[in-house]
């Protein structure tokens, strides 16, 4: 192990010894979903199973709560439910990284792990440099790195990052998010027969390719992958504009649906769909398990969004990860939900019970909690239905119209709204709430709201509001959270 990557691991290491009982003393600490021990996490990375065991990396900045010279954190665990926490993977440690062990994907071959990352170089102006890195390993602990496998193409800028690598047929590909010379964002692909020479091939699609419009300066962490009879691209455009509900965060994170000819190399698709609806949702990853699930991990940020005005950051920690979702295809879009596995987590269910509500706001005995999971199946909503959450946050709908709403992280006076329009009406809510973490699935996955709450800790009511007859049933269990070992 090189001098400097031993320097950075007992660097990282003292950071956490340091903050230990600060970070932990933290009333929005969560207790199902992954956050750094201390300092910044962001994107998921490396989202594989390997040898039976899920490997779950994160990029992670231990010596601050803003961005900087990345590292990668790295989660192990065999059923979504109890977790190790390993050793640090990466290290920005040699020339090609210095700054930051940028984002990336992980393959097996050969039963050996492969990581692939980009390494983010930056000169005393400042200036960027980005290559495309390799890592290996034989115990999916231990990793050595094999430097650089591919160097910037003509036509982009140093904007080069997140490669995601899978297997078609005999070839390896590799996409890469871009920004070409005349900041455009573009999804660049290479091939390869061995994965560590890679060759160029060119966008498969971007902002002013196949029939779309200028769609963004840059698009980050896009991911390839075959769901139903479509192949998706998902991507994370940096540069849309708000366009009535959609689009409303600082960044955003979707997918296009079609074919993707290799030979060309070009993907044929249809339209721009968000995955996600809430405040905060970036640099969704997927993996194909070995029971053929592709399963979804994002990130529960978004970049330049106020992100020190989180509450945590007094606490010298920010941001977590979603829970794991498996995507499936049902002819015109994709639908996410929870894995099975989460309901190991379930104690006895509290209640099961059908409730009907006329213009009124009421609790129902025992519903409540910081880390509950909550299903209300609707059987007619009248007027306008609502679930007030801690007295912070409320999801309600009304003329078709789904909206959550909560306090702005940076003006608590001001009331903060995302919205979705449901042609079919509402029929379901599956909530899971974490401490200071919301996932909500809306008609059984076909929309998500994903976001932080930060309500006063002691608060734990949950109300339900009804102008007009509201009647549905619900179900509540309490969560026991992850265990770490």
Same mark, same amino acid.
């Given at each position: ?40 996490? *962001?994107? /998921? ?7 039976? $065991? ?5 990029? +992670?900045?231990? #010596? ?7 590292? %990668?954190?790295?989660?192990? &665990?065999?059923?979504?439910?109890? +977790? @190790? ?26 039963? !050996? ?14 200036? !960027? ?7 290996? &390993? ?27 690598? +899978?297997?078609?047929?005999?070839? %390896? ?34 902002? =002013?390719? *196949? ?23 998902? @991507? ?28 060309? /190399? ?14 905060? #949702?970036?640099?969704?990853? $997927? ?29 010298? +920690? ?5 829970? /794991?979702?498996?995507? $499936? ?16 987590? !379930? ?42 959450? #801690? ?26 709204? !995302?919205?979705?329009? =449901? ?8 909530? #899971?709430?974490?401490? &200071? ?12 709201? $994903? ?35």
């Amino acid at each position: 192990m090189a001098e400097r990557d031993q320097e950075l691991r007992q660097a990282a290491a003292a950071e956490i010894d340091k903050y230990k009982e600060e970070v932990e003393s933290d009333p929005y600490r969560l207790l199902f979903h992954h956050m750094p021990p201390v300092g910044l996490l *962001n994107d /998921p990375n490396g989202f594989v199973q390997w040898k039976g $065991t899920y490997h779950l990396f994160y990029q +992670w900045m231990p #010596f601050d709560t803003g961005h900087g010279a990345k590292f %990668w954190g790295h989660y192990t &665990s065999k059923d979504f439910v109890n +977790w @190790v926490h390993e050793d640090i993977a990466l290290t920005p440690s040699d020339w090609y990284d210095k700054n930051g062990v940028y984002s990336g994907s992980a393959v097996s071959h050969n039963d !050996r792990l492969y990581l692939f990352y980009t390494g983010n170089v930056k000169d005393e102006e400042g200036n !960027r440099e980005a290559y495309q890195c390799l890592a290996v &390993s034989d115990d999916g602990v231990n990793f050595e790195k094999q430097g650089v496998i591919a160097e910037l193409p003509e036509g982009y800028t140093a904007h080069f990052r997140d490669p995601k690598v +899978w297997k078609n047929g005999e070839h %390896w590909y590799m996409v890469i998010g871009a920004q070409s010379k005349d900041l455009q964002g573009k999804a660049v692909l290479f091939q390869s027969e061995n994965l560590y020479d890679w060759k160029h091939l060119g966008p498969v699609t971007g902002s =002013l390719e *196949n029939n779309l419009d200028e769609f963004g300066f840059m698009w980050e962490c896009p991911d390839i992958f075959e769901l139903g009879d479509q192949d998706i691209l998902m @991507v994370s455009p940096q540069g849309l504009e708000e366009e009535g509900m959609n689009y409303a965060n600082t960044y955003q994170s979707g997918y296009f649906a079609g074919k993707l000819n290799y030979e060309k /190399p070009k993907l044929e698709h249809g339209s721009f769909h968000e995955l996600d609806r809430g405040f905060e #949702f970036y640099a969704p990853q $997927t993996t194909l398990d070995e029971q053929g699930r592709r399963i979804l991990i994002g990130w529960m940020g978004v970049p330049d969004q106020y992100e020190q005005a989180h509450p945590t950051v007094e606490k010298q +920690w920010v941001h977590c990860l979603t829970l /794991p979702r498996e995507l $499936t295809w049902n002819g015109e879009q994709i639908i996410q939900k929870p894995v099975n596995e989460l309901k190991e987590m !379930r104690g006895p269910a509290l209640i099961h019970a059908s409730i009907t509500i006329e213009n009124d706001q009421k609790a129902v005995r025992g519903i409540g909690g910081r880390a509950t999971e909550l299903n209300l199946e609707f059987e007619q909503i009248e007027d306008q239905f609502a679930v007030e959450l #801690f007295q912070y946050a409320a999801i309600s709908y009304k003329d078709g119209i789904l909206t959550l709403s909560r306090p702005h992280l940076e003006n608590r006076e001001k009331t903060e709204f !995302r919205r979705v329009e =449901l042609p079919q009406g509402l029929r379901n809510l599956h909530l #899971f709430i974490d401490q &200071s973490a919301l996932e909500i699935f809306v008609n059984n996955g076909e929309e998500v709201f $994903t976001s932080r709450i930060f309500p006063q800790p002691e608060e734990e009511d949950i109300l339900f509001t009804s102008l007009g007859e509201s009647s549905f049933s619900i179900e509540q269990w309490k969560l026991s959270g992850f265990t770490f070992s």
